[in-house]
């Protein structure tokens, strides 16, 4: 089958301008050839004014779509619904790419049978960093060659990671398209894609050369990030529930769970541990310990430890208050 163009890449946008606007001008230096490639920005029922987006011209094909509030994977979707590209990569709002990204993904969905194709993220954050980000980048950016010098790289499906990645068109629509398994933000639709895509014989295949850059609003403060990992661990609790073969290779709810008699003991020490961390109390002189350390103590080496065990904190209470959701 012919394809108009050989990529099209779709970003769904909720309340957000500048980001998509930088997305868009990293878009502007590709090396894959302007006329092989179009951009679908969907905006999915923004309650700002976006309509600076639309207004931009661009040397490759541009669509700027309205559709109502549904989520960002029903956005997806309908972006691909109005494409016309061979490879799909989607983009999130607030990611920029490097120049040679599109066609280094849109190679490795061509040159590899059954893959789903990933790139490599450099986490970025704006404004002057507090301590709390100066880590998380840290962090997050630790073993990450970010120069384009990678070599590819197969990943455990569990990476699976939307905010830059490619598929093949007809694999996306063999594979279901993008799906909500949780129906609440984040609602994990990556890994649920993934995970299907492993059951149904494909690999993941991180892409060396394909770099972007992720600005990443939630880390600019501890808070934002704990915000976060709360939503996330309350989805995840529906996500467990639609694929239960799929908790175990998610090892940071090891020790969120449930106790269970077939734990090992290591194990029933860990989550006996994490409950008890969890506690109201026990994450109030957690923050106290935290705020106290960033006046007085900013270079002290139980900074990193004590973010992790806060936002991990608010991850279990999330995901407890998931199960009783569905309880």
């Known amino acids: 089958m012919a394809h108009q163009f050989a990529v099209s890449v779709i970003i769904p946008n909720y309340n957000r301008q500048k980001p998509v606007l930088r997305a868009l001008m990293s878009l502007r230096r590709q090396t894959l050839p302007a006329d092989q490639y179009e951009v679908i920005v969907v905006d999915d029922g923004s309650t700002i004014d976006t309509s600076e987006i639309g207004r931009q011209q661009f040397p490759f094909?541009?669509?700027?779509?309205?559709?109502?509030?549904?989520?960002?994977?029903?956005?997806?979707?309908?972006?691909?619904?109005?494409?016309?590209?061979?490879?799909?990569?989607?983009?999130?709002?607030?990611?920029?790419?490097?120049?040679?990204?599109?066609?280094?993904?849109?190679?490795?969905?061509?040159?590899?049978?059954?893959?789903?194709?990933?790139?490599?993220?450099?986490?970025?954050?704006?404004?002057?960093?507090?301590?709390?980000?100066?880590?998380?980048?840290?962090?997050?950016?630790?073993?990450?060659?970010?120069?384009?010098?990678?070599?590819?790289?197969?990943?455990?499906?569990?990476?699976?990671?939307t905010q830059l990645l490619a598929v093949r068109r007809d694999h996306f629509f063999d594979l279901g398209m993008l799906q909500d398994p949780t129906g609440g933000w984040p609602n994990w639709d990556d890994v649920d894609f993934g995970y299907r895509s492993h059951l149904a014989g494909f690999r993941l295949l991180q892409v060396g050369t394909a770099v972007g850059e992720h600005w990443d609003f939630a880390i600019r403060e501890l808070t934002a990030a704990c915000r976060r990992w709360q939503k996330a661990g309350h989805s995840a609790a529906r996500l467990f529930q639609v694929h239960p073969g799929l908790q175990p290779h998610i090892p940071m709810f090891a020790d969120k769970t449930p106790l269970d008699r077939r734990d090992s003991p290591w194990l029933m020490i860990r989550k006996g541990v994490r409950l008890l961390a969890s506690t109201a109390v026990a994450l109030r002189g957690m923050e106290k310990l935290t705020n106290w350390l960033e006046k007085r103590r900013p270079s002290s080496r139980m900074l990193r430890p004590l973010y992790r065990w806060i936002q991990g904190g608010y991850m279990y209470r999330g995901y407890r208050e998931g199960l009783n959701d569905i309880a």
């Open 61 to 161: 094909s541009f669509q700027f779509l309205r559709k109502q509030n549904e989520g960002a994977t029903i956005a997806r979707n309908y972006g691909v619904e109005h494409s016309q590209g061979e490879v799909l990569v989607f983009i999130d709002d607030d990611i920029t790419i490097s120049p040679g990204t599109l066609a280094a993904l849109a190679d490795a969905c061509r040159q590899n049978e059954k893959v789903v194709a990933m790139g490599t993220l450099v986490s970025r954050s704006d404004g002057a960093p507090s301590l709390f980000t100066q880590d998380a980048l840290a962090l997050a950016n630790e073993g990450i060659v970010g120069d384009g010098s990678a070599p590819d790289e197969f990943r455990h499906f569990s990476h699976c990671n």
